[in-house]
């Protein structure tokens, strides 16, 4: 997978300030074990309502891509 983001990197999908895969890396496999370890550990919690995981994974992945790739002319400086 690392691999990929430095690919990625390297061919200007990020924006310019990206520029570590290990960090990138490690961010994504965080916020991917957030919600697989909070579904597993808390999701008969009361308190919480959970919406369903296939639901709380996309937005998960969906904000974290948001921030990573350049959408226009303004990310590119």
Sequence with gaps: ???????AIDAGCFREEIRDAELVLQTLWASVHGVISLDIAKCTDPWVH????????????????????????ADHG
């Excluded at 997978?1 to 690919?7: F, G, S």
Aim: aromatic content about 6%; overall charge negative; charged content about 35%.
């Design 50 to 73: 959970w919406r369903p995981l296939q639901e709380r994974a996309e937005m998960m992945l969906d904000l974290t891509a948001r921030e990573l790739v350049r959408t226009g002319e």
């Design 1 to 7: 997978m690392k691999w990929a983001v430095q690919e």
